[in-house]
């Protein structure tokens, strides 16, 4: 059986292309064949960097159903539907039925009738991967069937009657963290074919270059924010509150584009950085630790495996974070050691803590080789595929 990874190439979240192209690279390089199915909606994107036998490249961009009537919010629900068969029986010709018989990896996205019938095409022939917990997230939307918008209630009861259905007819589900594995063996029951596991974020270690070792005498404490996307669960305002709130020596370097700006001296704004870019950024500024994901409690989940804390981690940088780490949090004594762990979810942000923590923290005899030496152990990418080739041979033998 073939393997293939399908996704789409999205110039505006590049840490998550570098994972995904890192994957696929590492499934190889621990004997599993797996070739990527790249979806791209921009003629003018030049993907010529991406070899030819790795990575089957097709233009996809689906038009959408005209319609003035469609247009109409009450029919906002039928117009998503239409859409969305349009969009997938459009990847089933062009793209995946020239592959029968193929095992296919992909992101797992809210369900409706059209991924029903996608399943039901290609036999069941996926593996989905799940990063969060599709429920919960929706319920924050959903305020009530006559309180809502109509396409969050059509959102929201197609997740909840069709993604059981569909979930249950694929080879496998495989989860960031082990709270998201626990809520998808609810929905597909006992006793079924699908096999769940839960294989955390992975990031290639050895591609960050160490960041400096510095010392308690720093006079003042720079930290790092990398922003993939501008989400509310990022908690950056919380951040920002808080250093407009409390004195403290602590500077924040705010990497990723941002839609509202904190007029404060002590936080830059540095836009979209490349990853020499952002190397230079820590070694110039002396970046003393980085800050992680903080409100995950607006996406409705208490445990997470960030890339940008797998980055910081590979890079030798403490991390300042308050949720269940998956990878983190499993082995005794690291956090406490070199991280600073705020309370779950907290809203308030004790800088003069942070500060105290770090300075600890970066007196220690190489600190930044042991936190990478850690990345290496627990994070890279290639820990993650040889857990994918168990999972997929398990999934071939059966």
């Known amino acids: 059986m073939k393997v293939f990874y399908l996704f789409s190439y999205n110039l505006d979240l590049p840490g998550v292309n570098t994972k995904i192209l890192d994957k696929i690279s590492s499934f190889n390089n621990v004997g599993l064949q797996v070739k990527g199915l790249v979806l791209y909606n921009d003629k003018n994107l030049n993907l010529d960097f991406l070899p030819e036998e790795q990575f089957e490249k097709h233009y996809f961009s689906p038009e959408r159903v005209k319609s003035r009537i469609l247009n109409i919010s009450v029919f906002s629900p039928l117009n998503t539907f239409l859409n969305n068969m ?3 029986k459009e990847l089933y ?28 095409k290609v036999k069941g022939n996926i593996i989905y991967e799940s990063n969060t917990n599709e429920i919960e997230q929706q319920k924050i939307k959903f305020k009530g069937i006559f309180k809502s918008p109509l396409w969050v209630t059509y959102d929201y009861y197609n997740e909840l009657y ?21 809520y998808q063996k609810k929905r597909v029951g006992e006793g079924g074919k699908t096999k769940v596991v839960t294989i955390s ?20 404490i720079n930290l790092i924010m990398l922003l993939g996307v ?23 370097y705010v990497v990723g584009n941002v839609k509202h700006i904190s007029e404060n001296e002590d936080i830059i704004y540095t836009g979209q950085l ?19 994901t ?7 989940i208490t445990e997470a495996a960030p890339l940008k804390v797998r980055e910081y981690l590979s890079r030798g940088l403490p ?10 949090d499993e082995v005794d004594g690291f956090n406490e050691k070199y991280c600073v762990k705020l309370k779950d979810n907290c809203d308030f942000i004790d800088l003069i803590f942070i500060e105290n923590k770090l300075r600890k923290i970066v007196a220690i005899n190489n600190y930044n080789a042991s936190i990478k030496e850690f990345a290496l152990e627990k994070v890279d990418v290639c820990r993650k595929s040889e857990k994918y080739k168990s999972l997929i041979d398990t999934i071939q033998l059966n």
């Open 86 to 88: 349009k969009a997938v």
């Open 93 to 120: 010709e062009t793209v995946l039925s020239k592959h029968p018989g193929s095992l296919i990896i992909t992101r797992y996205g809210n369900s409706d009738y059209s991924s029903l019938w996608l399943i039901r």
């Open 162 to 182: 069709f993604g059981p259905k569909v979930l249950r007819k694929t080879k496998g589900i495989v989860c960031v963290t082990n709270e998201i594995a626990l």
């Open 201 to 220: 974020n992975g990031i290639n270690v050895g591609k960050y270059e160490l960041a400096p070792t510095l010392g308690p005498e720093l006079q003042e």
């Open 230 to 252: 501008d989400s509310p669960w990022n908690g950056l305002d919380k951040i920002t509150e808080a250093m407009s709130k409390q004195s403290s020596k602590i500077k924040l």
């Open 274 to 292: 490349s990853h020499g870019q952002i190397t230079k950024l820590i070694v110039d500024k002396k970046i003393c630790a980085g800050v992680a």
């Open 294 to 300: 903080l409100a995950l409690e607006r996406k409705g």
């Open 319 to 328: 991390v300042i974070y308050n949720y269940k780490d998956t990878d983190i």
